[in-house]
């Protein structure tokens, strides 16, 4: 008899020996000899795996899951179908963001603020989720990865202070936003043209901002504006956060031709 994690198993006694763990093997009417601890030892490690491959698939699976998109088809945005021919700007901008991506999955503690500016249509967007989804599928350990638009979390927190049981409330994003390990912030400034009111963004939002910039060591803000337009959208000091570490990751995508016309 031999017990197998709490399971009785009417077993005989072989004459072979396990190399491993020299004791003798067992059998049944059924069973070929086996090893006791070779099986329990296969069985932990299997347990571990299944753990491992759990823990690995919550991380990997914030990016689709948590992130606040414009339109699903932003998530296929990748490296490979950006369009950049050799020698031209698409191809600098491209490998700027390459770039970003790499350290990135190499250097999981490594601050990253950077900011892609430039009129719209120039690919900010595609190269901002492009490296998400290039550190989601590439960092080991796993990365946490999210996506956030502007926009997006602006009209779920509106309508979070209408009714209370939405999810994304003024607290719960700024916890989420600076938890992750990797943020973008798409098309930031934007949320002042929603409103008539344009002069400066409403409070939450520059209490948001704040709250991040000082949080969030990992951060990709993709927007349209000129430093001194998001100084008229939001209080300075944010806007001196936003560009303060993006030193050489402060990228110009203005000269490209709009690819939505
Ligand atoms: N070089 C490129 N290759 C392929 N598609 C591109 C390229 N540049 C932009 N696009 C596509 O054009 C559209 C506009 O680009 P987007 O990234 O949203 O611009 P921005 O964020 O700068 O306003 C998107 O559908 C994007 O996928
Ligand atoms: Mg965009
Ligand atoms: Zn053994």
Redesign the pocket.
């Given at each position: 008899m031999q017990s197998l994690h709490g399971i009785s198993i009417p077993t005989k006694e072989s004459e072979k020996v396990c190399p491993i763990h020299h004791v003798h093997l067992v059998y049944t009417d059924r069973v070929e000899p086996f090893c006791i601890k070779c099986t329990a030892e296969r069985v932990e490690k299997e347990k571990r795996k299944a753990i491992d491959d759990f823990e690995i698939n919550n991380v990997k699976r914030v990016l689709k899951h948590d992130s606040l998109v414009d339109l699903p088809?932003?998530y296929?945005?990748t490296f490979d179908?950006?369009?950049?021919q050799q020698g031209t700007k698409?191809a600098e901008?491209?490998h700027r963001a390459k770039m970003i991506a790499y350290e990135a999955i190499k250097k999981t503690d490594k601050p990253i603020h950077a900011i892609?500016y430039?009129?719209?249509?120039?690919?900010?967007?595609?190269?901002?989720?492009s490296i998400l989804n290039a550190v989601n599928d590439n960092a080991n350990p796993p990365q946490k990865c999210l996506f956030i638009d502007i926009n997006e979390l602006i009209n779920r927190i509106y309508s979070s202070f209408k009714n209370s049981n939405q999810l994304w409330t003024k607290d719960y994003a700024i916890k989420k936003l600076r938890s992750v390990d990797l943020l973008v912030l798409?098309?930031v400034g934007s949320e002042s043209s929603m409103k008539s009111d344009t002069s400066e963004a409403s409070n939450f939002i520059q209490e948001i901002m704040k709250k991040v910039l000082d949080g969030q060591k990992r951060l990709i803000i993709?927007t349209?504006l000129t430093s001194q337009q998001l100084s008229q959208v939001y209080n300075p000091k944010i806007v001196s956060r936003m560009f303060a570490h993006s030193r050489g990751y402060a990228v110009d995508?203005s000269g490209?031709k709009?690819?939505?016309y």
């Open positions: 088809e932003e296929d945005c179908n950006f369009e950049a698409e901008l491209k892609f430039g009129t719209p249509g120039e690919g900010k967007t595609h190269l901002a989720m798409d098309d993709t349209n995508f490209i709009d690819k939505r």
